[in-house]
């Protein structure tokens, strides 16, 4: 599957909800099939087809509370409504799951179905703990999104990863387990907006869905619900030590990699320098799994080590940074050269790199230099002095902490300016030096011509927000809308991250509910 086929990912879709209908009758999968700038219109088009079912007032509710979304593929909810049957005395629970996928955020067929299996056991995993009464029963025109924590989520998305490598392999991709756990192997390893690795643990579950294959594979007949049952058994021989090991390997993982390090790097620190003999452990599976080489760690952050280790190599890098800027200014006797080491360690602050940052004491030498220089006097020494005393006011932790804070947002897709960060330091105390070397910064007539010159405008990195979600039809057959237009695909979409939207009456799944 070397290109993106949309009829034959519809035609999938098709036959995965009449599966899903024969075992559940009540139980709708809608799927909202689109590509970019197309949501709204393929939601319009549901809700048209939906008209009249007892979930609809569920359905639009819902839809409207994700129009806030991004256009990204994933379980969107499920839609509740209670049909009444003779005057009232009977009545019958209809049951609307919404999944959505967005074709542009694939560049193969494989990719694209890959994740729409991942997302429907989403959705379905969530239906069967309604089902089992293991989430309180509603009443009509309800509406259930998921909401669990780190570690519910990584149980949830192992079990929707085991059910999608399944029906990749029971529909002809031999290879669908080794091809995922690489895909799953390798994310934390890189920068990706919008993904969080740390909660996709298939990886390590590579042996036990394996095995688990072999033995469903040698039944004479599978169906849905089989495939159903073999997955929720093997991520039940995970416990919760399991998911908190690789969330312990992943997190440090993902902030080396939005550092700027490169795979082999980051496999390197955690195997060569990490103290944890499970992540240790880790390591060496993701680099059995990927093919990737573990490398000697290179200087900078290393989130595998304790933190003093950072700290010391913070405090080396600004010792060496201010002697090799005094050499420069000496030899052009000036005070500019402070100023534009200064001005490019704010600059790189946009993208969390924190380590020997002395950008207030740069600026701060800079003004003894240049006084000492007007008096003609030797600069040299009182230069050195005011540096010294300035050089720990911004202490490591507090840098550490700027630096996540500007992670999380590029991890969410989203660039970090200048100005950001001076909002961000103003309100925190521990930030002023920080704050007021950022004005500085964005005063300095050679970084404000070097925007101009460059028209920089803050941009905005993850996909614009539409104005409503997709979900499909109405009962009792399957509509799906789909749109014409080809984006550019981003690859493997990773997806299961529904994340929670405030809502009026809704309801949520219980943490402990997510160990079933």
């Known amino acids: ?91 019958t629970t209809h049951h609307a799951l919404f999944i959505g996928l967005n074709l542009d955020s694939y560049k193969t067929t494989e990719d694209a179905l890959f994740d729409l299996y991942h997302h429907t056991a989403l959705a379905l995993d969530t239906f069967i703990l309604l089902a089992d009464k293991k989430i309180p029963h509603v009443k009509q025109d309800y509406i259930l999104q998921p909401r669990r924590n780190t570690l519910a989520r990584s149980r949830s998305n192992m079990k ?49 869905t394996r095995f688990a294959a072999d033995e469903l594979f040698k039944l004479k007949s599978i169906g849905l619900y089989e495939v159903i049952k073999n997955a929720r058994h093997v991520v039940s021989s995970f416990e919760s030590d399991h998911f908190a090991r690789w969330i312990d390997f992943t997190q440090p993982a993902q902030s ?43 200087d900078g952050f290393n989130p595998y080590v304790d933190g003093s280790v950072n700290q010391l190599e913070h405090e080396r890098r600004i010792d060496e940074i201010f002697e090799m800027t ?15 080491v200064a001005n490019n360690q704010n600059e790189r602050l946009q993208i969390g790199e924190m380590m020997g940052w ?29 540096f010294q005393s300035q050089k720990n006011i911004a202490d490591w932790k507090s840098l550490e902490e700027l630096g996540t804070y500007v992670t999380s947002q590029r991890r969410k897709g989203f660039a970090v300016t200048l100005s950001d960060l001076a909002s961000w330091c103003k309100s925190r105390a521990d930030f002023r030096p920080v704050f007021e070397s950022l004005e500085i910064t964005q005063r300095d007539p050679a970084y404000v011509q070097k925007i101009s010159l460059s028209n920089e405008v803050p941009l905005i990195l993850r996909p614009s927000i539409a104005a409503m979600p997709t979900a499909s039809p109405r009962a009792p057959g399957p509509v799906f809308a789909h749109a014409p237009q080809i ?26 509910e997510s160990q079933t």
């Not at 098709?14 to 999968?29: R, S, V």
């Not at 031999?174 to 298939?202: C, H, M, S, V, W």
């Open 326 to 340: 005094m050499v420069h200014a000496m030899e052009a006797d000036s005070h500019l050269p402070f100023i534009r």
């Open 487 to 512: 984006g550019m695909g981003s690859g493997f979409g990773g997806g299961g991250l529904t994340q929670p939207v405030r809502q009026n009456a809704s309801l949520t799944i219980e943490e402990q």
């Open 256 to 298: 080396m990699a939005w550092n700027g390090h490169t795979p082999d790097t980051i496999l390197g620190a955690a195997i060569h320098t990490s103290t944890n003999p499970f992540i240790k452990a880790t390591g060496h599976v993701i680099s059995e799994i990927t093919g990737i080489t573990p490398q000697n760690m290179v």
């Open 1 to 91: 599957m070397s290109h993106l086929n949309q009829n034959f990912i519809t035609n999938v879709a098709e036959d995965l909800h009449k599966q899903i209908q024969l075992i559940w009758p009540l139980c709708e999968p809608v799927f909202l099939i689109y590509r970019r700038g197309q949501k709204l219109d393929v939601i319009n088009k549901t809700l048209s087809n939906m008209m009249g079912a007892p979930f609809y007032t569920a359905a639009k509710n819902l839809l409207q509370l994700r129009s806030t979304v991004q256009e990204i593929s994933g379980f969107m909810g499920i839609a509740i409504g209670v049909e009444k049957k003779l005057f009232g005395f009977s009545k």
């Open 160 to 208: 929707a990863d085991i059910f999608s490598a399944f029906m990749m392999q029971k529909n002809g991709e031999q290879n669908a387990i080794d091809i995922l756990g690489y895909k799953r192997g390798l994310n934390p390893l890189k920068a990706q907006p919008n993904t969080r690795p740390e909660e996709f643990p298939f990886a390590m579950g590579l042996d036990v």
């Open 358 to 386: 002395c950008a207030q004491a740069l600026q701060a030498a800079a003004r003894s230099f240049a006084a000492a220089r007007q008096k003609g006097l030797p600069a040299a020494q009182s230069t050195r002095l005011e």
